[in-house]
């Protein structure tokens, strides 16, 4: 899985697009195995829908996204995750917990079935 969190520094930005950096973490089993700091190039919102969809990104974490932008995320399969605070890093290992939380729920359904 590939995560890109919308940042200013380590922090989650306040307002996407207006951030300066995107931290990118790519997981392997549950677990963030690498990590990317890459400066924001002061695109539109539909264009960094565009180069997230091109380097792979299955999840974009931000504070805040206009309507409009998340919409162009999810139209490329791009799951939006909006409401992030604190430290980049931190946000992306919460999300990595909560879904690696949520595959052992359904699993552990499936053999009550």
Known sequence: MRIAVASNGLDV?????????FNYYTTKSYEIAESQN?????????EY???MERIDV???????IA????SAFEDRGIEVVSGASG??????????????E??????????DE
């Open 102 to 111: 949520e595959l052992e729920n359904e699993e552990a359904q499936e053999d």
């Open 13 to 21: 930005a306040e307002n996407f697009p207006q951030c300066l950096n």
């Open 87 to 100: 430290r980049a890093m931190q946000v992306a290992e919460t999300y990595v917990q909560k879904k690696a």
């Open 38 to 46: 890459i400066p924001a190039q002061g695109l539109t919102g539909e």
């Open 58 to 64: 299955d999840t974009f974490i931000c504070h805040s």
């Open 49 to 51: 829908a565009n180069l």
């Open 67 to 70: 309507p409009a932008h998340k």
